[in-house]
């Protein structure tokens, strides 16, 4: 890697090293969920040489110092925020979430409809409904819309 990103710029190198290593990094890595701490270490060494040669820092620099300067998570946590991402895409709230935010550009009477009756069956989610959705409900003229029950 060194080879490649001495004779470049800068930005260039930063790209190069993010399409050929860091983009393997993150395939699939959450399948590596409860792996063991030695095999997450043998990563999370790539990932330091990396931001070590792409910054072309001394040994004396602290890794986490590098990571986080380039925005990177470590290893560990990278997995972690992908199994997180991974449920909340397949969560059936989130579904319902964005089956009726989509269904807004088409008819927003029977979106503020649901929002009553979503309001109404899960007391929990009204902060959340209300903060999201109501004020699309809004006309443009500024007065309130209340719908037909």
């Known amino acids: 890697m060194n080879a490649i990103c001495c004779p470049q710029p800068r930005p ?8 050929l290593i860091q983009s393997r ?3 699939s890595n959450s399948v590596l969920y409860g792996t063991s701490t030695s095999n997450l270490h043998k990563l ?3 990932q330091n040489a990396l931001a070590r040669t792409i910054t072309r820092s001394l040994r004396s620099v602290p890794t986490s110092q590098l990571l986080s300067n380039h925005h990177w998570l470590p290893i560990h946590k ?33 979106l503020s409809v649901l ?13 959340i409904l ?10 443009k003229s500024g007065t309130i819309y209340l719908p037909p029950l």
Not at 12 to 19: D, H, P, Q, S, Y
């Open 12 to 19: 260039r190198t930063v790209g190069l090293a993010t399409a």
């Open 25 to 27: 990094l993150n395939y």
């Open 44 to 46: 999370q060494m790539v």
């Open 78 to 110: 990278r997995i972690s925020f992908k199994v997180a991402t991974l449920r909340y895409k397949a969560s059936p709230l989130n579904n319902l979430l964005t089956f009726i935010i989509s269904y807004l550009t088409i008819n927003p009477v029977v």
């Open 115 to 127: 929002l009553v009756i979503l309001s109404s069956t899960f007391p929990g989610l009204k902060p």
């Open 130 to 139: 209300d903060t999201v959705l109501s004020p699309l409900l809004l006309p």
